[in-house]
């Protein structure tokens, strides 16, 4: 009997592995390379100020006077005057075209993750803008009308600015739920459905109650 030779199975064998390493691996280099950068980011905005004082360097020093620099910014945006000061601030932004730019989107996606924490209940998908065409709204409320019918209150986000959008009353039969957390769905908003759940629970026609 004519034995199998063992070298390509040791070799398809360690190939399997290095490849299972290396994913296994690449999640966490990118972590750590980024949570380096981030931690340097800090470090290099406070090296010029404080290294020069204290002779030496402290590497993670930048980020905890950072974090503390951050909450003394959250303590007076809380209180009138810091409020008007930072208003001014913003206004002057404004008036920085590309920097504007920058500064509006960014204050909007943070604004949009925001919203997800106060106001919205669920997410569902509704028939707008034509029959067989699903767009996805965030629940505010509930209202009931004259007649007893029961209303859904629906605000439906624009892409890929999830702040602005229309406000609508649904009737709940018109309303179809949707697996989604909030922040599931304001992920598919601002991606412009780019980062969507690969199967979503929309049938063709909707079953009528």
Known sequence: MKMKPIWPQIKISLRNKLITGIIALIPI???VYFFKLFINLFD???RPALDPLIGFHIPGLGLVISILIIYL???VMTNVL?????QLFEKWLNHVPLIRTVYQTTKQILGAFSMSK???ERVVFVEYPRK???TLGFVTGNSVGKDGKKFVNVFLPTTPNPTSGWALFIEEKDVLP??????QGLKVIISGGAIAPQQLNIVGEKKKE
């Open 44 to 46: 290099n905005m406070v």
């Open 29 to 31: 280099a990118v972590t």
């Open 82 to 86: 810091g409020k008007a000061i930072f």
């Open 73 to 75: 910014l959250g303590v």
């Open 178 to 183: 949707s697996e989604m957390t909030i922040e």
């Open 118 to 120: 106060s106001g919205f």
């Open 132 to 134: 067989e065409c699903w």
